[in-house]
C-alpha cells in the first residue's frame, strides 16, 4: 500500500500535545531529569509503553504538559507537529489544542497560544498556509512553491472537561479575537468522566452564536443522556462515537452530522473491542460523512498513513474508494469556500493515480 503515503490527504482530529514526536518528549524530559525536577527513568517507562487504557491516556497527558508547557517548547512542537503532517502529504489539517494557563511561568490563554502561532510562523521546510486567503496578513512562505510541500492549517480551541463555565468562556472569547490568525472552532475534549455537559454549554452555544464552528468528543464513554444532549446540539462535527446506541445513531445520521474517526486510539484504549465491530464500517455504507484521523499521533504511535492503510485492510477499500473517501473530507473541514476549491483542486490533479 505504497499508494496512501504519497495521497493527498486531510486531517481533522489531531490535538498539538499528543501528537509530539516522541523523541522530543524523552529530550524534554531527559532536560526535566538532569535539573532534578522529574525523575526521568520512571517517566521514560510511561512514555514508552504502547497500550493505553482511556485513564492512563489522560495520566499521560498530565506528564506530557508538565514537559511542554512553555512557551518555547510550544512553538517547537507546533512546528514539528505541522511537518510531520506535512512531510505525510496531509494537505490539510485542524490542529486543536487547549490554550493554558500557568502564571509560575507568566503563561495565559493568549500567550499560549501566540506561541503556537509563533511555531507556525516558524515553519520553513514547507508552506503553510494558515491565516484567512483574505487577510491582509499573508501567509509567511507563499514562495513560489516549486517542489516544496504545502500544507493549509486551521486551529481549534480545546476546553478541557476539567474547565469551569467561565474558563471555557475564556476560552471561546480567545477563538473570536484570533480568527484572524486561522482559528476556526472550539472542541470540547479531556477526560470524558470528568466534567458536565451543562458546565460547557453556555460557552459553546456562544460560540455557535458567533459563528465558530464546533466539534465534540462524544461518546467515548457509556453515556447516553450526554450523547442525546451533545447530539441535539447539533455540533458541525463529532469525535470518536463508540458507545452509540441506536437512537443516537439515527439522529447522528438524520443530522448529517460527520465523524472523525480514529482507528489506532479506539482500539489502543479499548473504546472498540476489534477492529472488525468498529462503526466505520457500518458509517462507511450507509454513505454518513466520517473522515479518518490520527487524535494523537505520538500517543498511539502512529500516522495518517498508518490510519489509512488500516482502514483498507481491516474493511476492504480499494484504492479509488480511498481516494474518494480522503476527498470527502473537504466537505467536513471548518475551511473558507475558497480553501475547499483549492483542496478540491489539489485532489482533481492527483487522481490519476487513484482511478
Ligand atoms: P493539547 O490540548 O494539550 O494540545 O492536547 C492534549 C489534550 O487533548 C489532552 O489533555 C486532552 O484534554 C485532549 N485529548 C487528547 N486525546 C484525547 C482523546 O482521545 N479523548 C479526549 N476526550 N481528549 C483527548
Redesign the pocket.
Known sequence: MEWIHPMPKIELHA????SIRDTTLLELARVLGEKGVIVFSDVEDVIQKNDRS?DE??KL?DL??MITTDHQTVTRITREVVQDFALENVVYLEL???P?RNDSIGMSKRSYMEAVIKGLRSISEVDVEFVAATDSEKLHNSCDGVGRKKIYVRLLL?I??RETTESAMETVKLALEMRNVGVVGIDL????LVGEWNTFLPALQFAKDNDLYITL?CG?VPNPKEIQAMLDFKPHRVG?ACFFKDQDWEKLKSFRIPVEI?LS?NII?KSISSIDIHHFADLYKAKHPLVICT??FG?FSTTLSNEYSLAVRSFGLGKRETFALAKSGIDATFAEDEVKQQLGLIFDSASPEYV
Open positions: 490535538h498539538l500535545n499528543g482511556l491516556v489522560f497527558f506530557i504538559h486543536r489544542t487547549t493554558k480545546s478541557d472537561r475534549s479531556g477526560n470524558p468528543h467515548e470518536h480514529c486510539s484504549t487524535d494523537d500517543v
